[in-house]
């Protein structure tokens, strides 16, 4: 029987991350690579992936950055195949990218600019809905579909961690998207869609592959601070019970428990790390 910190190593694992060069992908694949795996850093923004992996690498770490465009099934399969001729296996995936609209000062400027309320769902438009399914679905189904032969062929063991939201748990409170008591954005009727169709996938999967080692868990996190303006900061803790927003590395534990054999009986599983925002 292993110690419990031996069942956090990773050392001689692959993963790939997707949308590893964003705000929380950044801290998996320094986490993932911390731990001992060697990191595919995959995402449609070139520059950004080519820079973590210099930076990672520069580091010391085992690294390789591949530009991948998720919703096309011929680059995803690109993805895998250049991580099984580096590294030659594949044992962790972890799916994190997604469109997901952001609330920061610079997003909040751009929407002041446009003069619209951003999001509104009577005139939301199909391109943007199709597209926001298109990345947060049916690329989480492309990477999984491609990922998972490889974890067949060496022993039937692996571990998928699709990346979901509290908003795929709960409606989003829109009060926080206020501004002097004027609704200034919403939230869009994609985000909380898609992510709930994220946990759908996630308990398919796992009892799909029922028999096999290869475990499917989401990993469900609250709202990350990212330089927010005092007043959708203060709106938005006063939901949470524990009176904030989370900072970037506080998923990093959470995303190791669940790549790592820490976690070798969970399956199926959602684990949330919202600050308690779902528990009232």
């Not at 465009?69 to 995803?76: E, R």
């Not at 998928?160 to 939230?187: M, W």
């Not at 985000?191 to 290869?214: C, D, F, P, Q, W």
Request: hydrophobic fraction near 45%.
């Amino acid at each position: 029987m292993n110690s419990i910190m031996q069942k956090f190593d990773l050392t001689g694992r692959v993963a790939i991350v997707t949308g590893g060069p964003g705000l929380l992908g950044k801290e998996f694949c320094r986490t993932l690579a911390e731990a001992g795996a060697a990191v595919v850093i995959a995402d449609i923004n070139a520059d950004g992936v080519n820079a973590l992996a210099r930076t990672l690498i520069e580091t010391g770490y085992h690294c390789l950055g591949v530009a991948t465009d998720i919703t096309q099934p011929a680059s995803v399969q690109a993805l895998v195949d250049e991580t099984l001729l580096t590294f030659g296996r594949l044992d962790i995936l972890v799916n994190s990218a997604a469109l997901d609209p952001k609330f920061d000062p610079q997003a909040l400027a751009e929407m002041a600019k446009q003069g619209a309320v951003s999001g509104a769902f009577e005139d939301y438009p199909l391109d943007s809905w199709k597209a926001a399914l298109d990345v947060n679905l049916t690329g989480m189904f492309l990477c999984c579909q491609a990922a998972v032969k490889p974890m067949l062929a060496q022993g039937k063991k692996g571990s998928i961690i699709n990346i979901c939201s509290h908003y795929g748990l709960v409606a989003p409170d829109q009060r926080i998207y206020q501004r002097e008591g004027k609704q200034t954005s919403f939230k869009p009727v994609y985000y909380s869609v898609t992510k709930a169709g994220v946990l759908g996938l996630t308990r398919y999967l796992s009892a799909y592959y029922a028999g096999t080692e290869i475990r499917i868990n989401a990993l469900t996190p609250g709202g990350v601070y990212n330089n927010h303006d005092e007043v959708f900061l203060k709106a938005y803790t006063a939901r949470t019970i524990m009176g904030r927003m989370a900072n970037k590395d506080e998923m990093n534990g959470a995303l190791l428990f669940l790549a790592s054999d820490a976690s070798s009986y969970m399956t199926g599983s959602n684990l949330v790390v919202d600050g308690g925002w779902t528990a009232w």
